[in-house]
């Protein structure tokens, strides 16, 4: 029988690949995505059409509300979602959409969702290369994480990172080969279709598909400059 893992699924392009990739190694996924009143909460629906493609059954999907845990950030309040930055701008700091302690919570969660399932792996699509400059995607996070899970569990988990060390083209050439259906996610900050094409995350994943050399199935409402 395969084993269970949990899939933190966003309904972005990189939670999208972590997904089929969890499939590729031969887990059974369950799926596990938030609600935390982010201003494009129109993932949730592209988590579940994510879900669906990939067959993962509605049995295993689980939405979490977490209602305003969260602030600080353009995400969860009003402060604006950064637009038309240089190349060089993003991921040199850490910007205005970082969401305090997110994968902090996103992760304790999962392992409770985790544990009583007989789970013991988690997947989550944090990547240090191509990304916004988030204190809670580094490596050295991961690892503290998981040693404070060992600690405080009974049988600990392991986390898998298989995009951390690829960039945004890497992330593109994997999913293709991997059947990703890429149409379905949702990378917008601003939660639009067509997506705006300028704020840090439409931006790195348009330039993810261009170094791939494959053109990007989602519409834009800006022409690539």
């Known amino acids: 029988m395969a084993r269970r893992a949990v899939v933190l699924l966003s309904g972005g392009m990189d939670s999208a690949v972590c997904l089929r990739v969890a499939q590729r190694d031969g887990f059974e996924p369950w799926t596990l995505s938030f609600d935390y009143g982010q201003r494009h909460r129109a993932e949730l629906a592209a988590a579940e059409a994510v879900a669906t493609a990939c067959g993962v059954p509605a049995a295993h999907r689980r939405v979490l509300g977490l209602g305003h845990v969260f602030s600080g950030s353009a995400l969860t309040g009003d402060r604006a979602v950064a637009l038309d930055r240089a190349a060089e701008e993003i991921g040199a700091d850490i910007p205005a959409t970082y969401v305090p302690a997110r994968n902090i919570v996103f992760l304790a969660l999962a392992t409770a969702f985790a544990e009583p399932l007989g789970a013991t792996d988690l997947f989550i699509g944090v990547n240090t290369l ?33 995009l951390a060390e690829l960039d945004k083209a890497g992330i593109v050439r994997l999913g293709l080969s991997l059947d990703v259906p890429f149409a379905q996610t949702l990378t917008c900050y601003l939660g639009s279709r067509p997506a705006c094409g300028r704020c ?19 519409a834009y409402a800006q022409a690539e400059p």
């Open 200 to 218: 840090d995350a439409c931006q790195l994943r348009r330039r993810g598909f261009a170094a791939a050399g494959c053109a990007d199935p989602i």
């Open 130 to 162: 191509d990304y916004s400059g988030y204190p809670d995607c580094r490596p050295t996070f991961i690892a503290a994480f998981t040693e404070a899970v060992r600690l405080g569990t009974v049988g600990g988990v392991s986390i898998h990172t298989p």
